[in-house]
């Protein structure tokens, strides 16, 4: 697996704001430019944008604290996947309403499903996304907590001398984060199959 690079936290901020920022300027352009164009599908996703356009500030501010917070050490990135799977809520409720207006300019009543399950996909995927990045916080967590391997001196005459090196607590621990971590390994497998 990739090593997963450390992102610093203003440059988090600053290209989430920037992203936002340049999203609202398009936004902004497109509504000045809906006066010299006369087409009404264009007037009525520009219109649509505008009236969500606060569902889409929520849902970058939701993703931008969960992104801030996963760049932090582990135990304060522990809320981390709480405010993503409320952005990854936020954001399908955002993709069924534009399923809804697909029915409307369309004229047709294919995409209405979504609608009438959505009581059940928003459980679905705040859990998933939740229980997702908590494994991903304690694979990091293992991962990170192995350090290099030490090279240990061997007294002369002792029991650890014949099998030629020291055991350490150190040792031990890191045996036991390893068979977590392939129990984590094998449950996450079984599930893929």
Request: charged share 15%; aromatic share 14%.
């Amino acid at each position: 697996m990739p090593q997963t690079t450390q992102k610093s936290i203003p440059g988090i901020i600053a290209l989430r704001i920037f992203g936002l920022l340049l999203f609202l300027f398009l936004l902004y352009i497109a509504n000045n430019l809906s006066f010299f164009t006369d087409n009404p599908l264009n007037y009525q996703i520009i219109l649509f944008l505008n009236s969500h356009v606060w569902l889409l500030v929520l849902i970058t501010f939701a993703f931008l604290t969960g992104e801030i917070l996963n760049a932090l050490i582990f135990p304060l990135n522990l809320p981390a996947p709480l405010f993503n799977a409320v952005g990854a809520v936020l954001l399908v409720g955002f993709l069924i309403r534009i399923f809804a207006l697909f029915d409307i300019l369309l004229d047709i009543n294919i995409f209405h499903i979504f609608d009438t399950l959505s009581f059940i996909i928003y459980p679905f995927v705040f859990i998933i996304v939740l229980i997702g990045g908590y494994i991903l916080i304690l694979q990091n967590l293992v991962r990170t907590d192995q350090p290099p391997k030490k090279e240990t001196k061997t007294l002369q005459g002792t029991a650890a001398s014949k099998t030629g090196e020291a055991i350490t607590w150190e040792d031990v621990g890191d045996e036991f984060k390893q068979a977590v971590y392939d129990l984590l390994t094998l449950f996450r497998s079984s599930i893929k199959k």
